[in-house]
């Protein structure tokens, strides 16, 4: 069964740091491009960063950029997105997602497997 599990999410103080994990089982993330999205009540799930199956091309979000910072360590399996700065606007509940080739790519609707998502709460 191929899951998408998100981890190192939590509360954190505005201008702190957050490193998310998503971690795959079920099957190898080396041929898989990699994308972050997330979600804010009320509002409509919107596309923070993605990354290539090679690493070799990252993309960020105009929001986001030198903020954020997106990597993967296929020998973990795992695909990290590294969040500093953080801003009340960057609550909301962050999610994964997976497709099957270089990538990377910016549309929710080009992926094909979805974590369960984490929550992050940015609060003083």
């Known amino acids: 069964q191929l899951q998408l599990v998100e981890s190192g999410g939590g509360l954190v103080q505005p201008g702190g740091s957050l490193r998310l994990s998503c971690a795959a089982s079920?099957?190898?993330?080396?041929?898989?491009?990699i994308g972050w999205f997330r979600q804010a009540p009320g509002k409509e799930r919107e596309g923070v960063s993605c990354?290539?199956?090679?690493?070799?091309?990252?993309y960020y979000a105009d929001s986001v950029k030198g903020r954020f910072t997106i990597s993967r360590d296929n020998a973990k399996n795992t695909v990290y997105l590294q969040m500093n700065s953080l801003k009340s606007e960057d609550t909301a509940v962050y999610y994964c997602?997976?497709?099957?080739?270089?990538?990377?790519?910016?549309?929710?609707?080009?992926?094909?497997?979805w974590g369960q998502g984490t929550q992050v709460t940015v609060s003083s």
């Open positions: 997602a997976a497709r099957l080739g270089l990538g990377p790519f910016f549309n929710e609707y080009e992926y094909d497997y």
């Open positions: 079920g099957f190898t993330l080396n041929y898989y491009a």
């Open positions: 990354i290539s199956s090679s690493a070799g091309s990252t």
